[in-house]
């Protein structure tokens, strides 16, 4: 199970608070425990509306039942906001601010984790589909990863040539290329 | 802290013993000072062996600690002077060096807390963080080591002081003094696991509903002594004072 720190027992945690210094040391820890929550279960999206209803993949961490208390919606989409600017999360779809992309593993590290899947499984240089790398056979650390999380990847790799976005029959598809030793 | 010239190390310090020997010499005869000074040199020889064997129980365990701090300062010596104070006396056991790193210690978990606790920090709470810098391998440390290690920060005018509300020790670390009325709230806060509303001070102080309403405001904006909880079930909203709260860890 997923190990909640002391904080989130206490009842003013789940409220915005006023003053800057613990305003800002709240909102450090909300975002650190949600991302590592996020690693934990392997969630990428995060939704103002997951404060909005019950029964979500987000129940355990955004309540605490036994002090009933609840992250309010707009608490929340003030949490988003701070983690878009500090990088660790995008706004997805783009222009609007209810609904994130959560980056608890960074593109360039996606970049590095999906290389090394393709080169493990033998497929440089084969042409791929989306869909062969989002849903392989084999689970693989690539399982379930959002398009627009793997795109952003595939554009790191292609930057070093190390990937190359191909048009398929029905959609997309990528080329991975060894790394010309430099 | 620069105790002078106490015990042993007043006898090394070659004017002075010059001098306490001319003294003595009036009184006593050739053969008994021979005599106080073989016994001194071997009561040197005895404590610095003692201080060698015995370094690592002293550094690691709090009870043989005090025993012997209780046993140099009747003895008038004192061990937590630095290396440049106390001479061969804290070089022999490195408590100088232990005493330093503890005192840096503290002050790390204060600075990393304050901005969630605004510079208060209940004793327990500060030995258990400090503890847990440590790890396994610091030894063991406990309040008594906590409380002089503060005790010789001060100096330094950080601040640093041991204050006791309402039967509980808390650390401050800000220069900031509390005004009598967060005392009182601090003290009304124990006494209720962190959570005080307006109502608590009119009934057991006697408060008007506007000496409360500002106390409790000005440490929740103004000093970030405390928090807001605004979906309280009684009172709708609720002040919670982190060094009085029950922390489960």
Redesign the interface.
């Known amino acids: 199970g997923f190990l909640l720190p002391?904080i989130h027992?206490?009842?003013?945690?789940?409220?915005q608070?006023?003053?800057p210094?613990?305003s800002?040391?709240?909102s450090d820890q909300w975002i650190k425990l949600i991302l590592a929550y996020a690693r934990h279960r392997r969630l990428f999206y995060l939704r103002v509306e997951d404060a909005e209803t019950s029964g979500n993949d987000w129940d355990e961490v955004l309540k605490n039942e036994r002090i009933?208390?609840?992250v309010l919606p707009p608490y929340l989409e003030h949490i988003l906001s701070l983690m878009v600017a500090k990088n660790v999360a995008v706004y997805d779809p783009a222009k609007q601010t209810r609904a994130v992309l959560l980056y608890w593993r960074l593109p360039e590290e996606w970049a590095e984790t999906l290389h090394e899947w393709a080169t493990s499984t033998g497929q440089l240089n084969t042409i791929m589909t989306f869909y062969d790398i989002t849903d392989p056979p084999v689970e693989s650390p690539l399982s379930g990863i959002p398009l627009p999380l793997l795109r952003r990847a595939i554009n790191v790799l292609s930057k070093t040539n190390q990937a190359q976005i191909i048009a398929v029959a029905d959609g997309e598809g990528v080329r991975f290329f060894a790394p010309t030793g430099k | 802290m620069h105790r002078r010239g106490v015990g042993l190390a007043a006898f090394d310090r070659h004017e002075q013993s010059k001098r306490q020997f001319a003294e003595l010499s009036n009184a006593l005869s050739k053969t008994q000072i021979e005599h106080l000074q073989a016994q001194l040199t071997q009561f040197r020889t005895a404590l610095a062996h003692f201080a060698s064997t015995h370094r690592d129980s002293i550094r690691r365990d709090p009870t043989f600690r005090h025993a012997f701090q209780q046993m140099c300062s009747s003895i008038g010596v004192d061990p937590l002077a630095g290396p440049r104070k106390g001479g061969w006396w804290a070089e022999m056991l490195g408590l100088g060096d232990w005493q330093y790193e503890l005192g840096v210690q503290i002050v790390d978990v204060c600075v990393s807390t304050?901005?969630?606790n605004g510079g208060m920090i209940e004793m327990s709470e500060l030995v258990r963080l400090v503890s847990k810098l440590r790890g396994v391998s610091g030894g063991v440390i406990d309040e008594d080591d906590v409380m002089r290690s503060i005790k010789t920060l001060q100096p330094l005018g950080a601040g640093y002081q041991v204050v006791e509300i309402g039967g509980r020790k808390l650390v401050r670390s800000v220069v900031k003094e509390l005004d009598d009325d967060q005392t009182v709230v601090l003290s009304i806060a124990n006494e209720l696991g962190g959570?005080v509303v307006e109502g608590d001070l009119i009934r057991s102080k006697g408060w008007t509903r506007g000496r409360a309403s500002a106390a409790l405001e000005n440490m929740?904006?103004r000093d970030?002594l405390c928090?807001?909880?605004?979906?309280?079930?009684r009172d709708g909203r609720?002040y919670?004072i982190?060094s009085a709260?029950q922390?489960?860890?």
């Not at chain 1, 027992?9 to 409220?15: D, E, G, K, N, Q």
């Not at chain 2, 928090?227 to 079930?233: A, K, L, N, S, Y």
């Open positions: 002391s027992s206490a009842p003013p945690f789940f409220t608070q006023p003053s210094s613990t800002t040391s709240f009933n208390r609840k | 304050r901005d969630r959570r929740l904006i970030g928090w807001i909880d605004e979906q309280d079930e609720a919670w982190p709260m922390w489960n860890e």
